[in-house]
């Protein structure tokens, strides 16, 4: 299993992030060991559990922020592990498993899992994905007075619940899945900006491709659908080397 994770071409980070804890639940030694050790090199604190005992005391002394979970474990398998958590808990779970096919990979994100990883992996692609479930998290979090299942802004309605858009005469405007997503998005964080990265983050599962420039495709495309009867001018701000900003401003429909 050595070459499950190498310790080639891996560099420490330049960004430290002692302050999140990362759990790695993983029988194998060497491959546990191996991760732990990458990790702790890009600025994580880690710890290590073989099981999912060890996991669950380990969680009830400390704050655990990620776990990265293995499926082939003694005792309790990592899906009842993923199943159980997420009944009560919303840590992001990044699965590690050899089994690679896609009815695994579908049945680990079913019962909860934030990514999927296959094994044999790169280290670098492990470190890219927790990173980015990190900025997820920080970024996650709407306006708390947001929450509602209609956000209205400037005479528009945004469904979130039947993923519809009407506009100031009560009309449906056709939206691509990936148009909608991005649109709540921005929605629910009004007045901050937000990167081509971040908003690629945060528009994960909607079959977005994970690249900045399709990102401005879809603002390009959301602005042609919405602008042209904005009474503003503009709903979406370019911000110079930062991104985008939604300026509307945004109310519980």
């Known amino acids: 299993m050595k070459d499950a994770v190498s310790l080639q071409s891996v560099r420490p980070g330049a960004a430290l992030h002692a302050s999140q804890h990362v759990l790695i639940v993983e029988d194998d030694p060497e491959i546990g060991c191996l991760m732990e050790q990458h990790l702790t090199a890009h600025g994580w604190r880690v710890s290590l559990a073989r099981s999912g005992v060890e996991m669950q005391r380990l969680m009830e002394t400390s704050r655990v922020d990620l776990i990265v979970l293995d499926?082939?474990?003694?005792?309790?398998?990592?899906?009842?592990?993923?199943?159980?958590?997420?009944?009560?808990?919303?840590?992001?779970?990044?699965?590690?498993?050899?089994?690679?096919?896609?009815?695994?990979?579908?049945?680990?994100?079913e019962v909860g899992a934030d990514d999927y990883l296959a094994k044999p992996f790169n280290p670098r692609e492990l470190i890219a994905r927790i990173r980015a479930l990190f900025r997820r998290m920080d970024l996650g979090a709407a306006v708390p007075s947001?929450?509602?299942?209609?956000?209205?802004?400037?005479?528009?309605?945004?469904?979130?619940?039947?993923?519809?858009?009407?506009?100031?005469?009560?009309?449906?405007?056709?939206?691509?899945?990936?148009?909608?997503?991005?649109?709540?998005?921005?929605?629910?964080?009004?007045?901050r900006v937000l990167s081509r990265?971040?908003?690629?983050?945060?528009?994960?599962?909607?079959?977005?491709?994970?690249?900045?420039?399709n990102i401005?495709?879809?603002?390009?495309?959301?602005?042609?659908?919405?602008?042209?009867?904005?009474?503003?001018?503009?709903?979406?701000?370019?911000?110079?080397?930062?991104?985008?900003?939604?300026?509307?401003?945004?109310?519980?429909?």
């Open 197 to 213: 990265e971040q908003l690629v983050d945060l528009t994960t599962g909607v079959n977005i491709s994970s690249t900045g420039r």
């Open 71 to 109: 499926l082939m474990l003694p005792g309790e398998d990592g899906l009842s592990i993923c199943h159980r958590l997420r009944a009560s808990s919303a840590i992001p779970i990044i699965i590690v498993s050899a089994k690679s096919d896609d009815f695994d990979r579908v049945i680990g994100l």
């Open 146 to 191: 947001l929450h509602g299942r209609r956000l209205g802004f400037d005479g528009w309605v945004l469904d979130c619940v039947a993923h519809s858009l009407h506009n100031r005469q009560g009309a449906i405007v056709t939206l691509t899945p990936a148009e909608l997503a991005l649109l709540q998005v921005f929605c629910e964080r009004p007045g």
């Open 216 to 253: 401005d495709i879809l603002v390009s495309r959301l602005r042609s659908k919405l602008e042209p009867s904005s009474s503003g001018g503009q709903y979406i701000r370019t911000v110079r080397a930062g991104g985008y900003e939604f300026v509307a401003e945004v109310s519980v429909a």
